[in-house]
């Protein structure tokens, strides 16, 4: 048993390793080292395996907007080691698409070209490209590295006809005030369409999986404030957060605790009741170790483990 394995038996000994872990980052970040295995999805996977992938991720943001195609200008948010889905909008009605991330996945760009050549063959688009397919050759699209989305939105005078990600508004040090930030950068009747994931992204393996609520704020801030680890931001705050919004939208759950796999987005009177138990159970059994901050929370709201969270902004006339 290697010595990482070792320390994820404890859950003290874990917090000693994002201690020093975060440090380190911090260092990293320190010397303009951008650099992170993190978002790098596509790195051990197919071809095929990728294009299914962004395919899957493109589809369903069409889905979950419940629209056919975003056209205008676009901002993506953490696109992490590929441009796919970008250029899958651009191919199919965007003009403009901007990919804002805080760090730079690592990637092998050779490795890469073969994606978009795959995605260019099959969307007939090669003429979306100045040259042979990859992201440097791609029209369209605009790349901010190094540049977190709660400084993006309020730095530049971009506006959008939609704001997508996924699985990156748990990694943001401030998740509320960015969607606050992006709402201000939409064009009138342009979308939010965010997938969010609540759980702990593998921190306490081994252990209940809202251990990490167990973790006082002040140490827990210490742990993650480099790294971009989740945040701890829960489905309360974003549902706080759109009630007091001038947008028109909803949140959909996507994950319980304590229940294996997705489930069909759906409000929490629509979950199948087992399904509701299994992960209300599932929270009763740690909750009264959980810091004051996360032991106050409805239990439903500690069950929900991934959302998404749609809007609208009205147009001028308030439609």
């Known amino acids: 048993m290697d010595l990482r394995s070792l320390v994820r038996k404890s859950v003290f000994a874990s917090c000693l390793y994002y201690l020093a872990d975060d440090w380190r980052f911090g260092r990293k ?8 295995t993190s978002g790098t999805r596509h790195a051990n996977s197919s071809v095929s395996v990728s294009v299914d992938y962004i395919r899957k991720v493109y589809n ?9 195609k975003f056209r205008g200008i676009i901002g993506e948010i953490g696109p992490g080691d590929n441009f796919g889905v970008a250029m899958l909008l651009l191919a199919n009605g965007a003009d403009a698409v901007h990919a804002i991330d805080r760090f730079y996945s690592k990637r092998d760009l050779s490795e890469q070209r073969h ?4 995605l260019a063959a099959q969307e007939n688009a090669a003429t979306l490209f100045d040259g042979s397919p990859s992201e440097d050759t791609m029209r369209g699209l605009h ?10 939105f309020t730095r530049y005078g ?3 006809d939609a704001i997508l990600s996924r699985a990156v508004l748990e990694h943001l040090y401030d998740p509320i005030s960015a969607l606050t930030y992006m709402t201000n950068a939409l064009k009138p009747g342009g979308r939010l369409v965010h997938r969010i994931d609540l759980r702990d992204h593998g921190m306490f393996a081994g252990h209940h999986s809202l251990t990490f609520l167990t ?5 827990y801030r210490r742990m993650t404030a480099q790294s971009g680890r989740p945040n701890r931001v829960l489905v309360n705050h974003y549902r706080n ?5 001038s947008l028109n939208g909803e949140i959909r759950v996507t994950r319980l605790a304590g229940v294996d796999g997705e489930i069909q987005p759906s409000i929490w009177e629509d979950i199948d009741q087992e399904q509701r138990n299994q992960a209300l159970d599932y929270v009763a059994h740690i909750q009264k170790r959980l810091t004051t901050t996360y032991r106050s929370i409805d239990p439903k709201d500690l069950a929900v483990a991934g959302i998404i969270l749609i809007a609208t902004k009205p147009q001028a006339n308030g439609t």
Not at 60 to 68: H, P, V
Not at 215 to 219: N, R
């Open 115 to 118: 994606i978009y050549e795959a």
């Open 215 to 219: 973790i006082s704020d002040s140490w």
């Open 241 to 245: 957060w759109l009630d007091q919004s």
């Open 158 to 160: 971009h506006h959008f």
């Open 143 to 152: 790349y901010h590295p190094g540049i977190a989305a709660e400084d993006y």
């Open 60 to 68: 369903d943001y069409r889905t979950y907007a419940g629209i056919s």
């Open 29 to 36: 970040l320190s010397r303009g080292d951008l650099e992170t």
